[in-house]
């Protein structure tokens, strides 16, 4: 027979706590509810009466006050109706809407600003309930709910106000384990309830951004490698200093030193606005860490020797996002990811875009200009001078190795296949490094305005002493606050101070333009008077080929929408339409590739013999030539993937690679370096860099079908025009089947 509440009437249970059942409910139009039903201890004794009494006395405070309150304070689960007691089966109830919990909620939250706004809309609740001197003293994400589009607070059963009376024992623990205040676990009777609200609500703050549902013991701390936000990888790259300063602070010890729920919701708050601005965050970043590293006062210079604090501030600097671009000794600059000791002796392991440096530090300084201006401030990392291993080295400074074991380090010209020169795979845990034999680093916060200027990059710091780069950078300080023209200071400290210009001075650029734009008005004015019949004559070999080729010209900078080719009489001629497919029809045609290639190299030849008979400079890269290429004839091989993979499988991965299909269909790789060669194919993919393990005897060729596909689908673009086509790796293909279909068509 089924069970009423009042007009509700009992549907199957929901959960069940350690005080109260909860049951899904209807009425009689049919409305769902959730109904929270008293569970009272069974049985006889005076102990037993005393606690239900108890129970009955705090489940009565709670309905009352929620009901007293919701209308007045959002974020409150709101009571429909209720019985303490029911008339008809004496037991204590209250009716409320069924919500969504929060752990279901949060699995549709993704971004960290979105798990941070449904804790502050909770601290918002408290700090109206803490006004009126309420207090939850429950609060834990199994009591928060998602209801009406709003993160709300439920289960009251602990709540305390000053007109309540005081059920709460001496040494009573009162709260949640996982988010209990300290002192709610000894002496709740006398505890601040705020505070320890404040507590409790840090720590579930802290759970909603983990998803650790025991939460952590004690205070937080930012450097703990278990619970520390940082080291969760979901935030590396995340503006965290606020929520961790409030972390800390809110799960202090001492409730005293505890921030208010008023100051937790202007924290959260100040928060949200700080990590939509760049500029903000960047600049509560380098405040942060600098309060860190010198708690009471922040001098304007400073240096460390040791290599433990080292390491720890390029690891504190690497776990802030704003604060951390660094500038290399080689030029170019890079994020600081970590550090850590290395396996040589005296060294650090420094990994900053995916690439391991290894390096001896001499000593780390801090520069700061101005109060608080710290889009000036710098570390700059100088090196100890190291002796090299190698025989090769880069900029001066740095070699290339390969660290096999811990500590030692070979080279290999096989290293980008994982293997010694012998061919023998290099052991577990081998690394690429790069080893710094000299020079120093320079780490500028995002938003610096040095790292705004694009030429700094040039390493120049690396040419200065540390006393010359601090007053270097004093001096675009002072500029930068004087001049009112941006544009004028940045042409100023684009230049590197340290190279000379004198192929670039004024007079030289300037000549170098005239002496161009005469050799495209002698072009202009006469490539139409050419005739290149001779030549073309002299060098087309009868070849009874497969294919035709003829010879296109240009002029660099020219207005695209008109096509130059060599006319069969022998004149370069236009086509004021571009047809497609390129029409045969009026061209000079060679049928030896070869002598197409000899041809254009002998044209060059006249054009800057005429040139220089008219004063004129020659211009390498004024005019160029292309072949195109025509079928006449079927090819007689279909290519299959098989036969791509053998290609290139027999590759030499030691230059750059071009993957083409010939006249007849069969796959090759050729030196992609080789000037026109590739006009001479049919079909030909992008290039294969060197040393990339694209091809060769250790590439992995996992991708070998997509290669087959988009061949195969350039073949069949060939054999429906005749012409050549460049395929691209990623281009979407058809159905290998359909294309092999038609591809033999084309062979009949």
Known sequence: MAEYMGEYKIIRKMDGGGNANVFVAENVRGEAVAIKILREESGNGKRREKRNRKKRIRFKIETEMVVGIQDEIEGVIPIFSYGLPDKRTKKYWYAMPIAIPLEDRLKEVKSLEDKVNCVLELARTLEALHKKDIVHRDIKPKNIYFYNGKYCLGDFGLVDYPEKRDLTSFQEAVGPKATMAPEMRYNAKNADGKKADVYSLAKTLWIVLTGVDHGFE?????????IGLRNDKRYKKEHLVELEILLKQATEYDPSLRPSMEIFVKTLEKWLEIVSNFQKSNYSEWKYLQNRLFPKTVPSHTEWRDIDSIIKILNDIGSMPGLNHMFLPTGGGQDIETAKCANEEGCICLVAGGCNYIFKPYRMELENYGKNDYRWSYFRLQLEPIEPISNVIYEDCRESLIEDFPGHYIESNLANYGRYNDGTEFPKGYRQVDRFLKGSFVI???????NHISGTYDARHNKMSSIEFQYYIGSMRQSYYMMKDFTKFLSIYQKNPFITKEEKEEEEIQRRIEESCKFDKFIEENWDKWCLKDICDKNNNKND????FAIMFHINGETFGTRKYVAENGYICEEDVIPYPVSRDGKYIFTDFN???????????????LCNESGIVWQEMGIYFTIKLFRIKPPSHVFTEEEIKEVLRAGNDFRNNRLVIDEEGYAHLIDSDLHYEYYRYPVSQESYDARNNYVGQYANLDDVSEIYLAMLDGWLHHLRTGQRYD??????????????????????
């Open 595 to 609: 002598g197409a290639v000899k041809t254009i190299g002998e044209v060059k030849d006249y054009i800057k013999k």
């Open 444 to 450: 500028f916060s995002k938003q610096s305005v040095y």
């Open 727 to 748: 395929v691209e790796y990623y281009e979407q293909c058809e159905d290998a089947e359909k294309m092999l279909a038609e591809i033999k068509q084309y062979y009949q």
């Open 545 to 548: 080929g497969k294919l035709e």
């Open 218 to 226: 004690g205070r937080y701390e930012e450097d703990d490698a278990i």
